[in-house]
């Protein structure tokens, strides 16, 4: 069983920055692939990225590549969000999620655990 907790989500402006936290329970944790989803009113969530614990490669989805980047802590169990150059549409609740993966995955159905987001909103 994984635990995720998600942090750092607030109001800014556009072409602001804020950094999301995602700390993850358990040892099993760290053999886990990770990623950040998010969900706009009225849409499907969506992928944003995603990293592999263990090697640490990664995967940016194209509408926020160059302004989004995932990195990981290994010693304290955490995958960051840093979200630079925001815009309206980027407002969404953020999820963090786990699962039993080789690598950095795009696809929701891959993930089995969820943490319960975190709302970032960005004002015109």
């Known amino acids: 069983q994984v635990q995720l907790v998600e942090s750092g989500g607030g109001l800014v402006q556009a072409g602001g920055s804020l950094r999301l936290s995602c700390v993850g329970s358990?040892?099993?944790?760290?053999?886990?692939?990770l990623a950040w989803f998010r969900q706009a009113p009225g849409k499907e969530r969506e992928f944003v990225a995603a990293?592999?614990?263990?090697?640490?490669?990664?995967s940016v989805a194209d509408s926020v590549k160059g302004r989004f980047t995932i990195s990981r802590e290994y010693a304290r169990n955490t995958v960051y969000l840093q979200m630079n150059s925001l815009n309206p549409e980027d407002t969404a609740v953020y999820y963090c999620?786990?699962?039993?993966?080789?690598?950095?995955?795009?696809?929701?159905?891959?993930?089995?655990?969820w943490g319960r987001g975190t709302q970032v909103t960005v004002s015109s």
């Open positions: 358990g040892r099993a944790f760290r053999s886990y692939g």
């Open positions: 990293i592999s614990f263990i090697s640490g490669s990664t």
């Open positions: 999620a786990a699962g039993v993966l080789s690598g950095p995955r795009a696809g929701r159905n891959e993930y089995d655990y």
